[in-house]
Each structure stands twice: as structure tokens, then as C-alpha cells.
């Protein structure tokens, strides 16, 4: 099949989330499988900058912009990645949605809007590039306008579309006088198209104009049409339940992989987990914490906002410091919760570490050092971090929700019995619900034939991007069926 993928984000060239990770992970693995992928991207400063082998592929004028579409390659993969070229609207330096002072970029609907209308040129072939696809696959909001411009075309000229949903708090909300601009069809602005509360909205494109709607594991699909976690779209949701998918993000298990992975100060497999031991030295040495192998350490490594329910374990903080347990934080995000880290760090010095900021290598020994991994979420769509603990045999410590729960089994009696527990599950959002899930893991540890064996189950599980793009290109082949 031939298949476009539009994203706003792409790993290794541009990265704020997870986002990133698929928009590479599941192309390649498609490519794999001998479909024909192009990924499309906006041209960012920071993308452009590293690249060395670029071509033009197609000049045009469009909005007032002057575009070009340039074409180059992702190693190893060689990948096809088709760049937006339009220095006006994205020829600037820093992050792809916020400027410098943290605040949305004010032409962001002029943006990605562009984007869109570009995805849809492609998707047709009206830019004249003997490449005509079966299929687009758009991903959040950023691409949500791309469904609405192919359906202005005849249903025999266009192709089919899916529109993954990676984070449904991100809507892409905007004025009328924004609408206007955009110079959208005056029809959509209605409540069964792009007006969502008197805003237009680029995640409802997707929503109400794809042929089908995935998210990222099948948890979520079910959250996200309920009140508590639909942010007033689960009544569109339910309407189209029918056309709503869950599929599980997958891991790469070349990059993520303890017995090759060149980031850790050693490495070890399922069958020989001795080596992990020296990763947590190497941990407890350079944060300063104390050298104590019976310690339970715990990892996290996220953005620090109170969705990823930082707060909570904030909170536990004293009470945990009280036992033989220790705690790494690797990230960043809202500055109050940074603060409060920080001087928790400097109150309990030998048994908390705080690093605020992002290092790719640090997060790879985090999660090999650690024994557990906490992610306390509030709603995780997916997760990808307890995918990596659990290939390191680091056992993750989550909440029951999105991706976490679908790949996270407590350990129970009954589960360790039958060999299918994997880590520590809680329910409430709430400090005594993880103090207790961090106890029950804390009694487990100081067994260590369980621990093992709970360790040996983590690592054995198949969680790569094969089996999602076998569920993708299905989904995919069943859209392009006439």
C-alpha cells in the first residue's frame, strides 16, 4: 500500500513527546512490511539545520506563503520524509508549538492549517508528484484539517483517511475569527463539524471527517468516550464508537534494549540479571545516594505536571524517605512542581535525586537502574515508559488507566501464582493509593526469588512495533477494500 503519515513531530529530527517516537517507529515498521510510507513533516529551523542531503520536490504558492516540499531520508531506515517548507510560518527557532515565554505561537492555526491543506495536495496528487496514496494517516490536532480538506473532494478522488488520537487534552481550539481566516467552507461552522463551545476546532476535523479514528491503546478508546476523560468530545466519540479503534504503541527493541544498549554502564538480559545491579551503583554514585543495594530505588523519568501525577508522589515523599527506599526524577515541565523536587531533594539528600531537564542517556540508565518505575498518571493514553521498564526488568508502578493498564498486571497472589504479573497497579488518584501501591512493591523487592521471577515475566513480553503494524496496516487494508 502506498500510505502518507502526517505528523508534527518526528524522532530523531523533532521531539516534545511520544508523539515523535511513533511517527518514526511505526512508519519503519510498516516500510518493513514492503508498504510504501512517506512520512510528511513541517520544515522546522531545527529540523533543517542537521540535514545534508535534501532535494526540492515541488515549488508553489499557497495562502499568500511561498512553499516548497523537500525530500530526504531517516537513517538507518532511509525512510522517505517529505518537509513543508514555509520559512514564513516555520522558519523559527525553539519548540514546534510555544515560543520563548512558554506561550502558544499566534499563527499556530495559520500554521498547521498550511499543513494540512499541503497533506491533502499530496494525498491527491495535485503538487504533481506521480504519487498518489490509498491511504493518509493524520495524527492530533495538528493534522486535524487534513480529513476536512479531502472530503471537499468527490469521495472517488480521494483517498481513505485515519486520524489517531495520541492525547485528546490537545484540541487545537481557536476564534471564529480564526475560522474565517482559514477561509474555511461557512457549513463548517457548526456543532457536527468544526465548532466545538463557540471555538473552532482542529481535533473535530479528524473526529467527525475520518474514515476512522484509532488511538493508542485500547484502554483509551474506551476513556476517552466518558465524561472524565472525553473533554466535552464524548458525545462525538460515542457517536462514532463504530469507527474507533484501540491500538497499542509498540517500543523499538533495537534502541531499547539492555543487552546491546550502549547508554548503560553494563549490560544484561533476562537470563543473566546479575549485570543490572551495577547500573543501580552507578545510579546511587553519581546522585549522591546512599550505596545500598537492599534499598529499593525508584525511577521516574516524565514530564512534571500534575497529569503524570507528580503531585502525588510529592506528597509521599517524607513517608517513603522513612524506609529502605530511594527516588531518581528525571524531568520538566511546571515550574512550582520543579521547586518542590528540588528542595525535597536538598531535605532528603541521600535517598531523593532531582534532575530538572532531559537527557536521553540518563533516562536509559534510569530505567536500567531502577527497580521500579513509577508513572502515577492521572490518564496516560498509552505510556511508552513502563514499555521500556518492563523490557529492562524494571518493574513499572502505575495507575489503572489508558495503556498503563492494558499492559501493566498487579502483582497479586493470584497473578504471581499463574506467572502473568508484571509490576504494581492502583486505582485512586491519590497519595495513600500510591504509599500503598509503593509498600506492596517495597514487600515484594525484599523477597528476591519473587522479584526475579516477577523481573523474568516483565522482560519476556513482546511489546515491539511489529505486532501494532500488523493491527495498522489490517486496519488499513480493510479501509482501502472497495
Known amino acids: ?22 511517527s518514526n517507529n511505526l512508519p519503519v515498521a510498516l516500510k518493513n512490511r514492503r508498504q510504501a510510507v512517506r512520512v510528511l513533516l513541517p520544515a522546522y529551523q531545527s529540523v533543517l539545520v542537521p540535514l545534508k542531503e535534501v532535494k526540492v520536490i515541488a515549488k508553489f504558492d499557497l495562502n499568500g506563503y511561498s512553499v516548497r516540499l523537500l525530500e530526504t531520508h531517516l537513517a538507518p531506515s532511509r525512510l522517505t520524509i517529505w518537509l513543508v517548507d514555509c520559512p514564513e510560518l516555520f522558519n523559527r527557532p525553539g519548540s514546534p508549538y510555544i515560543n520563548a515565554q512558554g506561550q502558544d505561537w499566534p499563527d499556530n492555526a495559520q500554521r498547521f492549517g498550511l499543513f494540512c491543506e499541503v497533506a491533502a495536495k499530496v494525498a491527491t496528487d495535485e503538487l ?18 487534513t480529513p476536512v480538506y479531502l472530503n471537499q473532494r468527490p469521495a472517488s478522488e480521494r483517498p481513505k483517511t485515519v486520524f489517531t488520537i495520541h492525547n485528546l487534552a490537545f484540541q487545537g481550539l481557536f476564534s471564529y475569527d480564526v475560522f474565517q481566516a482559514l477561509q474555511l467552507p461557512s457549513e463548517l461552522w457548526s456543532s457536527e463539524a468544526l465548532e466545538y463551545y ?6 473535530k476535523g479528524g473526529l467527525v471527517f475520518a474514515d476512522q479514528i484509532t488511538t493508542v491503546s485500547p484502554r483509551y478508546a474506551e476513556e476517552i468516550t466518558t465524561a472524565e476523560f472525553g473533554y466535552g468530545l464524548e ?46 551503583r552507578a ?28 503531585d502525588l508522589l510529592l506528597q509521599n515523599i517524607a513517608a517513603i524517605s522513612k524506609h529502605a527506599i530511594q527516588l531518581i526524577i528525571l524531568g520538566t515541565g511546571d515550574s512550582k512542581i520543579e521547586g518542590e523536587l528540588i528542595e525535597a ?57 489508558g495503556g498503563l493498564a492494558d499492559t501493566v498486571v498487579n502483582s497479586t497472589t493470584e497473578t504471581i501464582a499463574n506467572n502473568t504479573a508484571n509490576g504494581f497497579v492502583f486505582d485512586e488518584a491519590s497519595p495513600d493509593a500510591l504509599y500503598e501501591s509503593i509498600l506492596h512493591a517495597a514487600s515484594c523487592f525484599a523477597d528476591k526469588n519473587l522479584w526475579q521471577n516477577l523481573q523474568s515475566s516483565a522482560m519476556k513480553q513482546d511489546f515491539s512495533w511489529g505486532r501494532s503494524a500488523r493491527n495498522y496496516l489490517r486496519l488499513y487494508q480493510g479501509l482501502s477494500k472497495p
Not at 500500500?1 to 511513533?22: H, N
Not at 504533481?128 to 486535524?144: A, K, Y
Open 1 to 22: 500500500m502506498k500510505l502518507l503519515f502526517a505528523t508534527s513531530e518526528l524522532y530523531p529530527l523533532i521531539k516534545i513527546g511520544g508523539l515523535a517516537d511513533v
Open 128 to 145: 504533481g508528484l506521480n504519487w498518489l496514496p490509498e491511504l493518509v494517516h493524520c495524527n492530533d490536532w495538528q493534522t486535524g484539517l
Open 198 to 203: 463557540g471555538q473552532l476546532s482542529f481535533i
Open 235 to 280: 458525545g462525538l466519540l460515542q457517536a462514532r464508537n463504530d469507527k474507533l479503534t484501540g491500538i497499542l504503541n509498540g517500543i523499538d527493541n533495537q534502541q531499547w534494549n539492555p543487552q546491546t544498549d550502549t547508554n548503560l554502564v553494563h549490560n544484561y538480559s533476562v537470563d543473566l540479571l546479575s549485570g543490572k545491579i551495577k547500573n543501580k
Open 283 to 310: 545510579l546511587q554514585r553519581d546522585f549522591g545516594l546512599l550505596l545500598n543495594d537492599k534499598a529499593m530505588l525508584i525511577g521516574v523519568v516524565s514530564r512534571l505536571y500534575k497529569q503524570k501525577g507528580i
Open 345 to 401: 531533594a536538598a531535605a532528603y539528600p541521600v535517598t531523593v535525586a532531582v534532575q530538572v531537564g532531559y537527557d536521553e542517556q540518563l533516562a536509559h540508565q534510569i530505567v536500567a537502574g531502577a527497580d521500579v518505575f513509577a508513572i502515577p498518571s492521572r490518564y496516560e493514553p498509552c505510556g511508552l515508559t513502563q514499555l521500556y521498564s518492563l523490557r529492562y526488568g524494571t518493574l513499572p508502578l502505575v495507575r489503572n488507566v
